[in-house]
């Protein structure tokens, strides 16, 4: 059972990466849906969205290193 549970861990992990890289992509290449909105106000919105893209999978990571690393 302990195989399958890291298995089942390992990839979770890589789903949550690949998360992470493929949220930044869309994230800076999508179209801009304003456009009376100014170049720092697009900025500051990418960013953010880019931070969510990092703290999201950064989370799922620490979960399952948890799960990992468990020898109970």
Known sequence: MQKVQTIATRTFICASL????????VILIAPDEDASASFTQKLVLKCFFITVMIILPSFALSVAGKYLHNKD
Not at 18 to 25: H, P, Q, S, T
């Open 18 to 25: 690949a998360f992470g890289v493929l949220g930044i992509l």
